[in-house]
């Protein structure tokens, strides 16, 4: 941190990667970049603007193509400079790129030179530092540029990219504005207490603090959901007694670990055991058929069956063919739908893969159809599960991990708050207490996107950075 809060330095470095390439670029940052250009930088003369002091002139960004002489080199180098002249740079300050010949020894003669006129080496991270300074980019962003030079795939890609575009920054923008115009309703309320002028109704407080909480509810299962993506995924078979839950389990796993019978209500402790299905690591769990129970041990299963289920990442929810179809009311984050028993269905000997038997005006997906004695079968549900995991995950990652890291503790903060206020807000007591929770919540939000910060997020954050970005 030792340099970066001085914004009045030129900074300068190498901005493509290192090592021998075709093009090499060198970026260069800073009120006095067209000061230091402007007497080394020589335009070709045949383009439209002739002198360095017309290009440093000009109030739009332009390349300009032309040469620059190096101590070392007998004769000028072969540059094309890109200047930004003001705010609409990425650092939103004068921002210069000279982009030529990929060589390393001659682009360390490049940056050699130019510290020599005056320009400092960049810290790791400066420029988007700069750019968050300038308000260009809020703090989500500027970890959604990390993000994208650091991904490792596509995917990885796609999420840090929606987050540069302002994803996550535009939601909590929304929230934070819903909340600034309220405190601003109350505040002005309170000025006027003793007069019997009401800014914002009841009614209405309560309304507006609710809707502001509801828009942090999908970033806060966004934060948790990158934190749950590491390890294995939960996928519990449920359904009614003697479904066929357990003979599925020792299907699905490829061993006998179940107990299986033809009486209802066989098992009682959950199971648990570990595979992969389709290449996704999961944590498979049996659990006791769905019933009301009156006796001791049947109601504790019960209880393990229902807390599986509260814990599921996905629930493979199984009825046998020929018993009705169940509605399935769970808290998981997803449900599969699945018919057990299919070798029993006498309509088509074939009758594996999606049942397509269901109401015609139903929305759900068809159940997969599965007899825990056909392999092939038993391979399409494995996939099914992989792909419905694979869903829940694309949905759900729209942070990049850093982000949904850092933030996790704050979109909770703030939550929290709003909860609070909506609970004072409710009893209709002191305005002022209320006061102080919206503003509780709107500096935790405001941590998130910087709106709030300290030099330790940013060091955090920025020591992160490769030179250069
Ligand atoms: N025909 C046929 N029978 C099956 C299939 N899967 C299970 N069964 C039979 O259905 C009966 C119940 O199987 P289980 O696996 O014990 O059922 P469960 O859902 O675990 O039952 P509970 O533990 O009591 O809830 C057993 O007699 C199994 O042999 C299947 O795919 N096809
Ligand atoms: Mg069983």
Request: glycine share 8%; proline share 5%.
């Amino acid at each position: 941190m030792r340099h970066r809060l001085h914004p009045d330095d030129v900074i300068a470095a190498l901005a493509s990667a290192p090592g021998p390439a075709p093009r090499g670029i060198v970026r260069i940052s800073g009120a006095g970049t067209a000061n230091l250009l402007s007497d080394w930088f020589l335009p070709d003369p045949d383009d439209a603007t002739t002198t360095a002091e017309m290009v440093f002139a000009r109030r739009t960004p332009w390349r300009t193509p032309g040469t620059i002489a190096l101590p070392d080199l007998w004769q000028p180098l072969r540059v094309d400079l890109h200047y930004w002249p003001g705010t609409r740079s990425y650092t939103g300050e004068r921002l210069a790129e000279l982009h030529l010949i990929g060589s390393p020894p001659i682009l360390e003669m490049v940056l050699a030179e130019l510290f020599r006129r005056g320009a400092r080496p960049a810290e790791p991270g400066e420029f988007t530092l700069r750019a968050f300074l300038a308000g260009r980019i809020d703090l989500a962003q500027a970890e959604a540029v990390l993000g994208v030079i650091d991904a490792a795939d596509d995917s990885e890609l796609r999420v840090a990219l929606g987050q540069l575009a302002g994803g996550l920054s535009n939601a909590l923008a929304q929230a934070r504005n819903d909340l600034l115009d309220l405190l601003a309703d109350l505040e002005a309320g309170l000025d006027f207490a003793d007069e019997a002028i009401e800014f914002v109704g009841h009614t209405e407080l309560v309304a507006r603090l609710q809707y502001a909480a509801a828009m942090l509810r999908p970033l806060i299962d966004q934060s948790e959901q990158r934190q749950r993506s590491e390890a294995r995924w939960r996928v519990v078979l449920a359904g009614a007694p003697n479904a066929g839950k357990s003979t599925l389990f020792n299907a699905l796993l490829g061993r006998s670990a179940a107990i299986v019978s033809n009486e209802s209500g066989t098992t009682r402790d959950y199971l648990a055991a570990e595979m992969d299905v389709a290449g996704v690591p999961i944590v498979l769990i049996d659990t006791a058929g769905e019933q009301s129970t009156v006796h001791e041990i049947e109601r504790q299963a019960q209880e393990q069956r229902s807390e599986q289920i509260e814990r599921a990442d996905l629930v493979v929810y199984c009825s046998a063919w020929g018993e009705p179809h169940h509605t399935v009311a769970t808290p998981a984050r997803s449900v599969l739908k699945v018919r057990t028993k299919a070798d029993l269905a006498k309509r088509t000997p074939s009758g594996f893969g999606r049942d397509c038997s269901s109401a015609a005006d139903s929305v759900e997906p068809d159940p997969v159809t599965v007899s825990a004695f056909d392999l092939v079968s038993v391979d399409q549900l494995k996939r099914a599960i992989a792909e419905q995991i694979a869903g829940t995950v694309s949905s759900g990652r729209q942070l990049i991990g850093s982000t949904a890291a850092r933030t996790r503790d704050s979109l909770r903060g703030a939550a929290d708050a709003l909860a609070r206020a909506v609970e004072i807000a409710e009893r209709e007591v002191d305005q002022e207490l209320l006061a102080i929770e919206i503003r509780d919540a709107l500096a935790e939000l405001g941590k998130i996107t910087g709106a709030v910060y300290t030099d330790d997020i940013l060091d955090r954050i920025f020591s992160k950075f490769c030179i250069g970005k």
